[in-house]
């Protein structure tokens, strides 16, 4: 007998879907505003949320004028959110707050708007436009609503992707020496995109490896550069140097940075003994 039932379990399931289907369909096509707001919320607290959202998209331009059109537009932007359609949540929070600025619920859409573009970031390897957007929505939320409940977990998301924007300008700065291919403009775009770096985050936990990068991106400018040019860059390196040891006198980088120091130093003794160079010509650039 057990078994029997067992194996009319997958058509009564069917008819069961059949029949909730057909049930969420006659709502959808019905006229009655009110049963089909009930549903709606219905399916919203069920967690179907398209099926919530198709039902409020409906009865929105329904319920203008009606007490319950604030909130439809709110929830109707929470469906997207919880689909992952989080642009169009996004739009549609951002849209909230414009409409219904005095809303009791304008303070979470604000936020709500700011969390939707923060899931929309990219991983740190790729373009962070999305993650700009998302840190400018958070800033305006912050200032517009500082006493939030919500403030905590802002300030919270916007230092991960501040975090994620220093990672990514970090990143930038380094493929700069990583693609130097021995030439010098190519180390000299290295060492202004690194010391850019330590200006734009200068409290970054990547200004000691970039300080170092800087020094080895210096060195070989000035042993790839043309003899007459090669004074100064070396002695760039020294000053650069200097300036490390002082910043980072227990840096795991120190032997490397020493030895860049030793070599450029040897660079300058040869150089000394070497008569001086004419005027270079006005063509060379290296």
């Known amino acids: 007998m057990t078994k029997r039932i067992l194996s009319y379990l997958p058509i009564l399931l069917i008819v069961f879907l059949l029949g909730a289907c057909g049930q969420y369909n006659k709502i959808l096509k019905s006229d009655d505003v009110d049963k089909k707001y009930a549903a709606a919320l219905s399916y919203y607290e069920k967690e179907e949320y398209e099926k919530a959202g198709a039902l409020l998209e409906d009865l929105m331009p329904l319920l203008k004028g009606r007490s319950e059109y604030e909130k439809a537009n709110f929830l109707y932007a929470y469906t997207k959110y919880h689909q992952g359609l989080y642009l169009e949540s996004s739009f549609h929070f951002i849209s909230f707050t414009q409409t219904f600025p005095r809303s009791q619920y304008a303070e979470e859409a604000a936020f709500m708007n700011a969390r939707s573009l923060t899931n929309e970031s990219p991983s740190v390897n790729l373009d962070q436009q999305s993650t700009v957007q998302a840190m400018a929505a958070l800033q305006e939320f912050m200032r517009r609503y500082p006493q939030s409940k919500y403030m905590p977990d802002a300030n919270k998301i916007y230092d991960e992707l501040s975090r994620k924007i220093e990672i990514k300008a970090f990143e930038s700065a380094r493929q700069y020496y990583k693609l130097t291919n021995y030439d010098p403009q190519y180390y000299k775009a290295a060492v202004v995109s690194l010391e850019n770096f330590r200006k734009n985050y200068p409290s970054s936990v990547y200004n000691e490896e970039a300080a170092y990068l800087r020094i080895d991106a210096q060195y070989n400018y000035a042993k790839e550069s043309i003899e007459s040019k090669q004074r100064d860059r070396y002695a760039e390196v020294i000053t650069m140097y200097q300036t490390f ?11 490397n940075a020493e030895n ?7 660079a300058l003794e040869k150089l000394s003994k070497t008569p001086a160079a004419a005027p270079a010509a ?3 650039t290296k």
């Open 260 to 266: 860049l120091y030793d070599a450029s130093r040897q």
């Open 282 to 284: 006005a063509t060379a």
């Open 245 to 255: 040891v002082d910043a980072y006198p227990q840096s795991k980088f120190l032997r």
